[in-house]
């Protein structure tokens, strides 16, 4: 899917604190399962936003999940948004991808392997380099991801 690790982010704090940790292939921020339902794309763009203006020259992509609601889909590529995550099963898949690639977008099919900042206390040491460690890993590490 990707090759720069991907962390799930339900904060501006924790976008900004992974793009701060992010290696050199930089970081993608990965909301959490089927945000767009729940927050919203204009939410999550906000964040992202928020994050990136503090961290510029950074290296970052973002990916909002949409769960298996296909209009949710459509109103975050009117937002802006251009990866998003949406349950293959949902009727109309294979339009609604194509549509997603003719406007630049990408679908992805399933979540990447992520750590979930939720479950992390990043104002601790050991958080911290929980970060780091994951964000220096490579996509094909098979340990356990948290999210």
Request: a neutral charge; proline letters at 7%; hydrophobic letters at 50%.
């Amino acid at each position: 899917m990707t090759a720069a690790p991907a962390v799930v982010v339900h904060d501006a704090a924790q976008a900004s604190a992974a793009l701060a940790a992010a290696g050199p292939d930089g970081v993608v921020l990965l909301s959490a399962p089927a945000a767009a339902g729940n927050l919203g794309s204009d939410w999550f763009r906000a964040l992202l936003l928020a994050a990136a203006a503090s961290h510029p020259g950074v290296r970052w992509d973002a990916a909002l999940d949409c769960g298996a609601a296909p209009g949710h889909v459509l109103g975050a590529l009117r937002g802006g948004l251009r990866l998003l995550v949406l349950d293959p099963g949902v009727p109309g898949f294979a339009r609604l991808s194509a549509l997603v690639a003719a406007a630049g977008g990408t679908l992805w099919t399933a979540r990447p392997p992520a750590l979930d900042l939720g479950r992390v206390d990043l104002r601790r040491p050991g958080g911290q380099a929980m970060l780091a460690q994951w964000l220096c890993s490579t996509p094909d590490d098979t340990r356990d991801t948290n999210g």
